[in-house]
């Protein structure tokens, strides 16, 4: 069974900008789409960013121009690089390979990595 294990969450002021990791254990990534999700508190588990198995991304509105997704296959991860981050923003962040169409998560979920934007 695929892990998935995130990082590089944190609490970050209002602008500033963090950079997710998500590593999994098996090449999970390279050969299917893949996503960054995010839950709020008292809010369903949301996509932010996905990434296709050759390269095409796909963002939620409230991220556009703000969020990158990249992906390293032969290091098994993904990325999600943020900028100009936002207190909307705060939520815990997961990663998944995911089937299209509706970015429908494949693996179970890991255990996320916590955003808090905040001043």
């Known amino acids: 069974q695929v892990q998935l294990v995130e990082s590089g969450g944190g609490l970050v002021q209002p602008g500033g900008s963090l950079r997710l990791s998500c590593a999994a254990s098996g090449s999970i990534f390279s050969i299917n789409a893949s996503g960054w999700y995010r839950q709020a508190p008292g809010k369903q588990r949301e996509l932010v960013a996905g990434?296709?198995?050759?390269?095409?991304?796909n963002y939620a509105e409230s991220v556009k121009g703000r969020f990158t997704i990249s992906r390293d296959n032969a290091k098994n991860t993904v990325y999600l690089q943020m900028n100009s981050l936002k207190p909307e923003d705060t939520a815990v962040y997961y990663c998944n390979a995911a089937r299209r169409p509706g970015w429908v998560a494949i693996n179970p979920w890991g255990q996320g990595t916590q955003v808090t934007v905040s001043s």
């Open positions: 990434i296709t198995s050759v390269g095409s991304t």
